[in-house]
């Protein structure tokens, strides 16, 4: 019999699995990954750098998504804010991936020279170098805490009997349906604000 046209397995088709296991169960296994696609679990291995490799895949995979041409806007704000919300997008669509990959360090190349770019937007912008991480950390927060919010259930307060917490009752009907897109605007202008007046202090200093 001669060779299969498509190669039983390749970084892209693991990248894939993994991703499909973690978007089920939040989490993955080498032997899982080698089970859905048929192979020994030591093939798997042949392909990637152990479990650490198989996350920074995922991490590529997902930040693939982001669209970093927003880090070519201007004013700086602008900027950040329209790679903030291509991020949330792009991490909303498998929200069970972010605490993995917020636990393990970032070594992906790609993803690396991402943060170059947004390091570099804020240091062209007028940032202090020493508070240039934590301004990226900060929004990080508000970004993967806002796609963690758009996965959840959408009635997240369950009143059995709305005369016990009228005004709660009240507020949540108030919210409406884009309860979640409402909260990202506001937690987003609020870091955009508190970041302007940051700047400006710093070049008082």
């Not at 919300?85 to 498998?94: D, G, L, M, P």
Request: proline share 6%; with cysteine; net charge negative.
């Amino acid at each position: 019999m001669g060779r299969p046209r498509t190669p039983l397995l390749d970084r892209e088709r693991i990248t894939t699995t993994a991703l499909e296991l973690v978007d089920e169960q939040g989490e993955f296994s080498v032997p899982q990954i080698a089970r859905r696609l048929g192979v020994q679990t030591g093939s798997v291995y042949h392909h990637v750098d152990g479990r650490d490799g198989i996350v920074e895949l995922l991490r590529e995979r997902v930040a693939r998504s982001i669209d970093i041409t927003t880090l070519d806007a201007r004013p700086w704000d602008a900027a950040l804010a329209g790679w903030a919300r291509a991020y949330r997008a792009a991490f909303a669509a498998h929200p069970k991936a972010i605490p993995l990959l917020m636990t393990n360090p970032v070594r992906a190349p790609r993803v690396l020279q991402q943060y170059e770019r947004a390091v570099t937007l804020l240091q062209s912008a007028g940032f202090p170098t020493a508070e240039v991480m934590p301004v990226l950390v900060a929004l990080e927060n508000v970004v993967l805490g806002s796609a963690l919010d758009l996965a959840a259930p959408e009635a997240m307060w369950e009143i059995a009997d709305a005369s016990a917490t009228p005004r709660l009752a009240e507020a949540l009907d108030a919210a409406g349906p884009h309860r979640a897109d409402l909260a990202f605007d506001l937690a987003l202008e609020a870091f955009l604000a508190h970041a302007r007046r940051r700047l400006e202090e710093c070049r008082e200093e």
